[in-house]
T-cell receptor, first 111, second 116 residues
Framework: SQKIEQNSEALNIQEGKTATLTCNYT??????LQWYRQDPGRGPVFLLL?????KEKRKERLKVTFDTTLKQSLFHITASQPADSATYLC??????????FGAGTRLFVKA | GAVVSQHPSWVICKSGTSVKIECRSL??????MFWYRQFPKQSLMLMAT?????????EQGVEKDKFLINHASLTLSTLTVTSAHPEDSSFYIC????????????FGPGTRLTVT
């Protein structure tokens, strides 16, 4: 069956360091992959979309990689700040416009 | 741009009553809207996909007679939880995409439903 795996354990890092979150998937061949940020009690906010023919995408302090051979995406936040603390969701296209979300990884950035 | 609102943000209702949740795209026309529910520390679970003027497509296991979806216009979709029960208590979130070929979803702030 299809699976999206994100590290369920929270990631704790020091302010200024680079946070790296992992998204692994099985039994998918997504045309694109997305990352969202979700704060407690709020709806997710779109961050980045990367297509299957793109290896890397950047937006300000964010960088996403997409390895279709490894079936993995890495999400990096450089020069992390306490305001980056949130849950980050990986999402895959699953045919047409349907998107399947991972459970997310909670990130805590300590000042 | 791409702001989606939901109303109400939270609601408490008694078992057996119905609750309507509205989802509006404020500054764009949403070709497709999605309804999700989310349990604490769990992923978003897609309930249904709706396109303006047509019937919603429900995911397997989601009762369409229980969760009525109406996508009346390009800026408004509603979810009605009929004959609510305590197990329907959850966080309901809508999202919208704009334009054909657009994949990123713009989410509303969510509605916390508590059924007593």
């Amino acid at each position: 069956s299809q699976k999206i795996e994100q590290n369920s354990e929270a990631l704790n890092i020091q302010e200024g360091k680079t946070a790296t979150l992992t998204c692994n998937y099985t039994n998918y061949s997504p045309a694109y992959l997305q990352w969202y940020r979700q704060d407690p009690g709020r709806g997710p906010v779109f961050l980045l979309l990367i297509r299957e023919n793109e290896k890397e995408k950047r937006k300000e302090r964010l960088k996403v990689t997409f390895d279709t051979t490894l079936k993995q995406s890495l999400f990096h936040i450089t020069a992390s700040q306490p305001a980056d603390s949130a849950t980050y969701l990986c999402a895959l296209e699953n045919g047409g416009f349907k998107t399947i979300f991972g459970a997310g990884t909670r990130l805590f950035v300590k000042a | 741009g791409a702001v989606v609102s939901q109303h109400p943000s939270w609601v408490i209702c008694k078992s057996g009553t119905s609750v309507k949740i509205e989802c509006r795209s404020l500054d764009f026309q949403a070709t497709t809207m999605f309804w999700y529910r989310q349990f604490p520390k769990q992923s978003l679970m897609l309930m249904a996909t709706s396109n303006e003027g047509s019937k919603a497509t429900y995911e397997q296991g989601v009762e369409k007679d229980k969760f009525l979806i109406n996508h009346a216009s390009l800026t408004l979709s509603t979810l009605t939880v009929t004959s609510a029960h305590p197990e329907d208590s959850s966080f309901y979130i809508c999202s919208a995409t704009r334009g054909s070929g657009a994949y990123e979803q713009y989410f509303g702030p969510g509605t916390r439903l508590t059924v007593t």
